[in-house]
């Protein structure tokens, strides 16, 4: 599992992206379980991920409706397979807009570039 925490702050919202191998639905649970064994992710606003598993898109919102989709696409375009990315989002108080589907996009972008390739 890799974490890239703190890397966007917008009107009092923060962002976190990371991910991991993953190969079932299972595994992508389990994934977010452990991600929010850290107190810091449980008590965040929303989760959000997307994996792609043999050509077909699993993800979930968490009520940052859209996001799981932006995070797929993404995926898709990069044709990384068997590989979630979550991004996690603080709430600060404030309605970002459509500014939160180009945070996602940009912590995403940010995971991609900066991973440690297996």
């Given at each position: 599992m890799q974490i890239f925490d703190k890397i966007i702050a917008d009107r009092g919202s923060k962002y976190a992206v990371s991910g991991g191998e993953c190969n079932s639905a299972d595994e992508a649970q389990a994934f977010i379980n452990e991600l929010c064994r850290k107190k810091r992710f449980a008590k965040a606003t929303h989760n959000t991920?997307?994996?792609?598993?043999?050509?077909?898109?699993?993800?979930d919102d968490d009520g940052?409706?859209?996001a799981g989709m932006v995070i797929g696409r993404m995926l898709e375009r990069e044709g990384l397979q068997n590989h979630i990315i979550v991004v996690t989002r603080w709430y600060g108080g404030k309605h970002l807009g459509g500014d939160r589907f180009r945070h996602v996009q940009n912590a995403v972008r940010h995971y991609l570039d900066n991973r440690t390739k297996y």
């Open positions: 991920w997307a994996f792609m598993l043999d050509a077909v898109l699993v993800k940052e409706a859209g």
